[in-house]
């Protein structure tokens, strides 16, 4: 494999996991109402605090992507965002009901209970999935000249995944699974993205032969 294929399914995968991250926001948010229902209900409350701690995850994880991204971008580091996203769902699972437990009991608001429980489960999370849209950008990017171009295909593919995640999670997945194990169908995607990334980035390059198709 040549130094130029190598780059182009790099190039498709970082793509692929844009949409993929994208689909699993969503999951996620959705899921996120069912989680919470059994001890906040699921009234407007409910979901303004989901929705607000998923947009404010997501706003600094853009903002801190971005800057990542300023300082020797590598799809190592990339990769380690959905490996960080995917370990830190894994309280959504195993440590939800305590601690929606204890907000319940301890916040008698449900407004501010919701609230203070959808920032201890998902913000984090999010917050590293925030980051793969500016950095996925930037690794993307080779030139001035196609940098809107690249900007415009990712945040298509990303939202495209979202729209489908939507979809596809509030009309089949709640029907078909357990929520658990939905949440593992996701963290088991970002793992995979996070895999396929730092195991192209490592393959094997033949530079001899990159070098000799560029010369002919």
């Not at 849209?133 to 945040?155: Q, T, W």
Request: aromatic share 14%; proline share 4%; glycine share 8%.
């Amino acid at each position: 494999m040549t130094s130029i294929s190598r780059k182009a399914l790099l190039q498709n995968i970082i793509v692929a996991a844009a949409f993929i991250n994208g689909f699993v926001i969503m999951t996620i948010e959705l899921l996120g109402g069912r989680v919470l229902s059994p001890y906040f209900g699921t009234s407007v409350y409910v979901w303004g605090s989901i929705i607000t701690i998923f947009m404010l995850s997501l706003s600094l994880g853009y903002l801190w992507g971005g800057r990542l991204s300023s300082r020797n971008p590598n799809p190592d580091t990339f990769a380690l965002f959905f490996l960080a996203a995917a370990i830190l769902s894994l309280p959504i699972i195993f440590v939800a009901e305590w601690t929606m437990t204890q907000v319940f009991l301890n916040v008698e608001d449900p407004r501010y209970g919701s609230l203070i429980a959808c920032t201890l489960l998902y913000f984090l999370p999010i917050f590293f999935m925030g980051m793969v849209s500016p950095y996925s950008i930037r690794l993307l990017v080779s030139s001035e000249e196609n940098s809107g171009r690249m900007a415009g295909l990712l945040y298509f593919v990303s939202t495209l995944g979202s729209a489908l995640g939507t979809l596809m999670t509030s009309f089949y997945f709640v029907l078909w699974f357990e929520i658990d194990t939905i949440m593992w169908g996701s963290i088991a995607a970002l793992l995979l993205c996070g895999g396929a990334i730092a195991l192209v980035h490592r393959l094997p390059v033949n530079e001899a032969a990159g070098v000799h198709r560029y010369e002919n």
